[in-house]
């Protein structure tokens, strides 16, 4: 039995109000920022060339490209997003496998950040804390993965190298 000046949740699985606010918070930033990048993807026309598309957006070309002849780490990614976006994903994992990774991961942030919005915390199986330097070397694995499938691929299509 507490004491009488202790305080005794009646529902010791509720969250504190302020943290229920925050995750909302949080959510709503992944739910925009992942509508945002699928709704740009959906705006731009891939490039048949496999990358290139990010042009459209004003930047300039690939500089390793225009320089080795070889693609960079994250040439085709933009490219891979415009795929995916239009349901043409056998073509996004050709272009770069580690972007069709990422808008994979892109699309299925909405629904969970929808649910976080809505109910105030993540979903269980989210609610598991990922050290950040394992997140960062996931993210590096599948950027090499992808980047070393497109040089392969570049070489069995024959665009590359780049000239």
Known sequence: MPAAD?????LPYARPAHRTGVTRLVAVGVLLGSLALLGVAWSLPPDPRGFGTHQRL????????????????????????????????????????????LALATAAAVPVAGWAVVRGRWP????????????????????????????VAGRIDGTLPYR
């Open 124 to 151: 269980r199986p989210i609610k598991r804390r990922i050290a950040p330097t394992w997140v960062f070397f996931a993210l590096l694995a599948v950027i090499l993965a992808g980047w070393a499938f497109k040089m």
């Open 58 to 101: 004003g930047s300039g070309p690939c500089g390793m490209l225009i320089v080795t002849g070889q693609p960079c780490p994250t040439c085709g990614m933009t490219t891979a997003f415009a795929h995916f976006v239009r349901g043409q994903w056998g073509r996004a994992l050709w272009v770069q496998p580690a972007g069709f990774v």
């Open 6 to 10: 202790e305080h005794v949740n009646p």
